[in-house]
C-alpha cells in the first residue's frame, strides 16, 4: 500500500495503528535481503514508480498533491470508455440489484444472471460459440493452456508475447516452442519439428503492447492450416477497436474463421473495470469451467465489474463511431509526429511508440512532457530490448485535436532541447 512519508513517520512513531515489525533472525536476514534487491533495483535505474491520480481515469487527470489539467497518453482507455457516463450508470445499477460481490466462486454460489448475460454478449461480439469470465486476462491466459494440452500436445509462442501467456504456458506440460518475433520462417520450422505431437496451437498476442505492431495472422493462419495446427490470440490491445467493427485482429486481418480461441480483457478498451475472458468453442469453454484453475478457485467478478463490461460491448454493437474517431486521432498522432521528424513504431495502432534509443533520454523526455502537462512513460531494458528505449503514447477515441497538437508540440519542443530531433 502507498503512503506519504508523513504516514510513514507517523506510523513508526508507534500507536495503535503502528507497523509490527517481526522479530528474530530469520526475519532479519530477509528485510536485509529484500533491502538489497530493492537497492539493486534502483541502481541498475529500472525502479518503476507510481503517480498517484486524484481523478477518474480519462484524457484530462489531476495528480494527487498537483494540478489539474494533465493531458494523459498512457492509458489503455483507447475508446474512452472508462468514465464514459453509460459505463458508470450500469455499473452504479448493477451494484444496486447484484450488490457488491459473490463472496464465492463461480461454480459454489457465484454466478448471477449477469454473467450469463455477459458471456453471451461477449461470445455474439466475437461471433464464437461460447465466453467465460475471469477475473483478469492475466487469469484466463493462465488457465487456458495448463487446462487444454497435455504432454502429448505442443504449444508454439512468439517470443515476444505478454508476460501473462508465458507464465501460462510455464504452467502446462505441453512441449515448449518459442519461435522468432513475428517470425513466419521460424514459426514454419517449429511447426514442423512439432508434427510429430497430438495437437499443435500456436499462441500470439494479436497486437503486441509494446511496439505497437501487429501478428501476421493471416500468414500464421496459413501455417497453421498447413500443418494441423489450431490458432491462439491474445486481443487485450484490440478487442473494442481493430477491425472495421471493433472486432479485433482476426476481423482487421479477415480471419475470423481461422481462429479458434480468443482470449481477451475487460480491463482496457471495454469499460477498463477487470475482468478477462476465453471465448471459442463450446466444449472448449465447457472445459475450461471444470479445469481451468484461476477460474476455478477464485472469486466471481464484482457485479459493478460486469455492468461496465456489458455495456461497453453495448456501444460498441449500436456503433462503430466511437472506434472511427479514434482511429483518426491515432492517424493524426502518427502523421504530424512522423512529419517533425520522430519514428513511430508500428502501424496504425494506438499505441504509438516514439523510438527515442537511449534509456536515460527517454526517461528525461518524459519527465520533461509531464512537466509540460503531457502524461507519457518511457520505457527501456528489461522492459524492451536494450537500446531500444521509447515514449510509449497511448491514443484515445476522447482526445480531442487540440489534445493531440499539445502533444506533438511539447514533443517537438522536448524532443529539440534534448537532441533527439
Ligand atoms: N495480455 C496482454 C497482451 C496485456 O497487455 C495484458 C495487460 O497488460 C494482459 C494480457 C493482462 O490483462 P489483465 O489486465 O486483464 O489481467
Redesign the pocket.
Known sequence: MWRSAAAVRALRGGGAGAPRAASGAAAAQLRQRLENELEDIRGAGTWKSERVIASRQGPHLRLAGGGGGIINFCANNYLGLSSHPEVIRAAVEALEKFGAGLSSVRFICGTQSIHKDLEEKIARFHQREDAILYA???DA?AGIFEALLTPEDAVLSDELN?A?IIDGIRLCKANKYRYKHMDMQDLEAKLQEAQKHRLRLVAT?GAF?MDGDIAPLREICQLAQKYDALVFI?E??ATGFLGPNGRGTDELLGVMDKVTIINS?L?KALGGAAG?YTTGPKPLIDLLRQRSRPYLFSNSLPPAVVGCASKALDLLMESNAIAQSMAAKTQRFRSKMTAAGFTISGKDHPICPVMLGDARLASVMAEDMLNRGIYVIGFSYPVVPKGKARIRVQISAVHSDEDIDRCVDAFTEVGRKHGAL
Open positions: 483478469s486476462c492475466f491466459n505478454h501473462s498476442d503492447s491474445d487485450c490491445h480483457t480491463g478477462g
